[in-house]
């Protein structure tokens, strides 16, 4: 008997999560560009990038983008600002995954479980597609 792989989620399903995508795109592409302007800053105010009034606000406008991430379902996990990596919970076979995307990619096309992070990504199966 061939193996039947079951396909719903928790919250999303491939198609769902990528019916978001325009707006996740967008949010992300902000945070890059505003994640990479803090790293800039931290480079050149060094130990007063705390107490620096620019440094506040674009801190203030990342917890803005993460929330509406979060309000959307899906959660940012680039902390280095280079690739806008996003993850949307979802079930594949029965367990616990996470739908794995990255701003490059046109479409949601791998994920990992949930322990096992971004090396631990595999494409989603062709049926849950």
Known sequence: MPETTTCTTSMFTTAAANETLP????IVEDILETGRDL??????????????AKVRR???S????????????????????????IDFPGTINDRDVLLCWRSDEPELMFYHGVAEGYAGRKPIPESCR
């Open 23 to 26: 707006l996740v795109r967008k």
């Open 58 to 60: 674009l801190k203030a």
């Open 62 to 85: 990342l917890r803005e983008l993460f929330d509406e991430l979060e309000n959307i379902g899906c959660s940012y996990r680039d902390w280095n600002f280079d690739i806008g990596l």
């Open 39 to 52: 790293r800039d800053l931290a480079g050149t105010l060094g130990t007063n990038f705390d107490d620096d």
